[in-house]
T-cell receptor
Framework: DQQVKQNSPSLSVQEGRISILNCDYT??????FLWYKKYPAEGPTFLISISSIKDKNEDGRFTVFLNKSAKHLSLHIVPSQPGDSAVYFCAALGGGSNYKLTFGKGTLLTVNP | SQTIHQWPATLVQPVGSPLSLECTVE??????LYWYRQAAGRGLQLLFYSVGIGQISSEVPQNLSASRPQDRQFILSSKKLLLSDSGFYLCAWSVWDAQAFFGQGTRLTVV
């Protein structure tokens, strides 16, 4: 039973355009949602997070939107840069345990020059 | 500042051999520690987590085990590796807030 789903395994975007990465979840008890970025053969690095009591959080080129009624969140990258090419993981915290992050399967973003 | 060390970076082991991956954290006390695995084409799967010395919780049944002999040391082990144990293993730590910090990972290939 996958509680955090990233239904798009890959996404290709032109440099300068907007990248939108989507994530759906099933557990309404999650308290925080996080996005991680991962390059090959490296550990994930934290990108941005959002509390379940908010609907938007912005940090530079990265904005995360949360729609609780739809159990959906998205990461917007504007403008996209070739260095943004990586696998992006959506993760959720809470849902009955404050110790464990539940990850989606990831979306490979490719930003073409 | 806090840092996390994980080694080795790559490992090739024959089927049936033992495994020991080590992870240490610096710059923080009493962290929550985690072992994740990323298998080919799959997401990050939580294997074990620990909220204190000697306290290990297992998420999935498998032939792997974990130990936490010291506050900032987390070890992933196996007595006999299987081919299906191949993957990318990640150690991570967190404190009370939401964010987890990951090590660089270990690429394990079982042959």
């Amino acid at each position: 039973d996958q509680q955090v789903k990233q239904n798009s395994p890959s996404l290709s975007v032109q440099e300068g355009r907007i990248s939108i990465l989507n994530c759906d979840y099933t557990n309404s008890m999650f308290d925080y949602f996080l996005w991680y970025k991962k390059y090959p053969a490296e550990g994930p690095t934290f990108l941005i997070s959002i509390s379940s009591i908010k609907d938007k959080n912005e940090d530079g080129r990265f904005t995360v939107f949360l729609n609780k009624s739809a159990k959906h969140l998205s990461l917007h990258i504007v403008p996209s840069q070739p260095g943004d090419s990586a696998v992006y993981f959506c993760a959720a915290l809470g849902g009955g345990s404050n110790y464990k992050l539940t990850f989606g399967k990831g979306t490979l973003l490719t930003v073409n020059p | 500042s806090q840092t996390i060390h994980q080694w080795p970076a790559t490992l090739v082991q024959p089927v049936g051999s033992p495994l020991s991956l080590e992870c240490t954290v610096e710059g923080t006390s009493n962290p929550n520690l985690y072992w994740y695995r990323q298998a080919a084409g799959r997401g990050l799967q939580l294997l074990f987590y620990s909220v204190g010395i000697g306290q290990i919780s297992s998420e999935v049944p498998q032939n792997l085990s974990a130990s936490r002999p010291q506050d900032r040391q987390f070890i992933l082990s196996s007595k006999k590796l299987l081919l299906s144990d191949s993957g990318f293993y990640l150690c991570a730590w967190s404190v009370w807030d939401a964010q987890a910090f990951f090590g660089q990972g270990t690429r394990l290939t079982v042959v």
